[in-house]
């Protein structure tokens, strides 16, 4: 392994340590001056830094980089914002006609949304993204990872609000959604978009069939992460979904490098 090559394996490790550098630098100086302009910014950054995490240790499981950092901070923010505003806009219309929306309902509409910016890109830019199963899931856990990381500022603003400012409750929240969205959002939209990458890189009927297949996967693992809810439920949902989403990107690994020689320098 170059020595390229193993900087880009372990450049998770840096975005972990300047991240979390940066989180508590912001805090200490919010605690310290009491200055709510720096709010914005502290949720911003508890809601990031594992998340991105996430995505840098995916994209560089292959030992080189699958995507350019343009398409993979766009997959990241477009993704995330398409994904928030469709799930919300369908959820909040299912919810008017039918009352209360069941946790599957909500699976199904949020793993959906997830894929919409994807399915853009195999569409239009097919020619540029058909190539690589591995980038295609790096894209899905980017696309997850934008939803995730909007969806954990929401929950904390709203956490602030009904505390009555008690930043503390905002900081659990943080800490907890965080912590657990690799194991959440982005690993299933990961999964998603594996399969939906293996049909459009070879396009058949049992392709199809396995891309509905791991649509459904997400999509059920989404509703016991939601259903049942508990820490018991997220550790085995989390282990799950990651070991899938860690055997996907070997599998991934072995293709892209059996098609595509990595250079030597």
């Known amino acids: 392994m170059t020595a390229q090559q193993l900087v880009r394996k372990w450049a998770w490790i840096g975005t972990?340590?300047?991240?979390?550098?940066?989180?508590?630098l912001v805090l200490a100086v919010f605690t310290d001056t009491g200055n709510p302009n720096l709010f914005p910014t502290l949720i911003l950054l508890g809601a990031l830094v594992v998340p991105l995490t996430f995505v840098t240790f995916a994209a560089g499981?292959?030992?080189?980089?699958?995507?350019?950092?343009p398409t993979l901070g766009g997959s990241l923010l477009f993704g995330g914002v398409v994904g928030v505003v469709v799930a919300g806009l369908l959820?909040?219309?299912?919810?008017?006609?039918l009352g209360t929306l069941p946790m599957l309902g909500v699976g199904l509409i949020e793993e959906a949304a997830k894929l919409v910016v994807p399915t853009i890109l195999v569409v239009f830019f097919g020619h540029r993204y058909r190539t690589s199963l591995g980038t295609?899931?790096?894209?899905?856990?980017?696309?997850?990872?934008?939803?995730?990381?909007l969806e954990t500022m929401g929950?904390?603003?709203?956490?602030?609000?009904?505390?009555?400012?008690?930043v503390g409750a905002a900081e659990?929240?943080?800490?907890?959604?965080?912590?657990?969205?690799?194991?959440?959002?982005?690993?299933?939209?990961?999964?998603a978009c594996w399969g939906l990458w293996r049909?459009?890189?070879?396009p058949s009927g049992k392709h199809f069939g396995g891309?509905?297949?791991?649509?459904?996967?997400?999509?059920?693992?989404?509703?016991?992460?939601?259903?049942?809810?508990?820490?018991v439920t997220y550790i085995i949902v989390g282990v799950i979904s990651i070991g899938l989403l860690l055997y996907g990107l070997k599998r991934a690994q072995r293709m892209d490098q059996a098609r595509v020689p990595v250079p030597a320098g």
Request: proline share 1%.
């Open 155 to 166: 929950y904390a603003f709203v956490a602030l609000l009904q505390s009555d400012g008690n």
């Open 91 to 97: 959820e909040y219309d299912a919810m008017r006609r």
């Open 211 to 231: 891309f509905l297949g791991m649509y459904a996967l997400a999509v059920a693992l989404h509703t016991t992460w939601d259903g049942i809810g508990g820490w």
């Open 172 to 191: 659990r929240t943080l800490f907890i959604r965080g912590l657990l969205s690799p194991a959440g959002h982005a690993a299933w939209t990961g999964l």
């Open 136 to 149: 295609g899931i790096v894209i899905g856990v980017a696309v997850g990872t934008g939803f995730a990381v």
């Open 199 to 202: 049909f459009v890189i070879v």
């Open 61 to 69: 499981r292959s030992g080189r980089w699958l995507i350019d950092g």
């Open 16 to 24: 972990l340590l300047v991240g979390a550098a940066l989180y508590v």
